[in-house]
């Protein structure tokens, strides 16, 4: 099964109260497949971040998904999980190896870039989580 991954996380204040979220969308027809939020406490925006990732893949690993494109405004994730940029942060290391052997179980993934205007509904519910409305 192949799936579209869109995945955020944000704190506000960095650190500070901090969410994820994510949705899983069917690739052919966009459906929404599934919805994924939660708030983590007082954290950075990049562990957030991960973490919406984190939630994302799991749960289109749960779904059956074997071909996965992931999407995220976050060039920071983008960037170290396509293996151009080196995950240096002691806090992110850990996480980026969660995610690392979540791709492992997929047959396929890819990483995409995209404007935050274009992540509009994972940005919706990493916000509703940092407001305490999920999670």
């Given at each position: ?7 955020d ?9 901090a ?6 969308l ?23 971040e ?67 205007k ?18």
């Open positions: 099964m192949r799936v579209v991954v869109e995945a996380g944000g704190s506000r204040g960095n650190p500070g109260p969410g994820y979220g994510a949705v899983v069917d690739a052919s027809g966009g459906d929404v497949l599934a919805e994924v939020a939660g708030s983590l406490g007082v954290t950075t925006n990049n562990v957030a991960y973490q919406g990732l984190i939630a994302g893949l799991q749960s289109a690993l749960k779904l059956g998904a074997t071909d996965i494109q992931v999407r995220m405004d976050s060039k920071l994730v983008v960037e170290q999980m396509s293996g151009r940029w080196q995950i240096k942060h002691p806090n992110l290391q850990p996480l980026a190896q969660k995610a690392m052997s979540l791709v492992h179980q997929a047959h396929r993934v890819e990483f995409g870039w995209i404007p935050r274009d992540n509009a509904h994972a940005d919706r519910l990493a916000n509703e989580a940092m407001d305490g409305d999920r999670g």
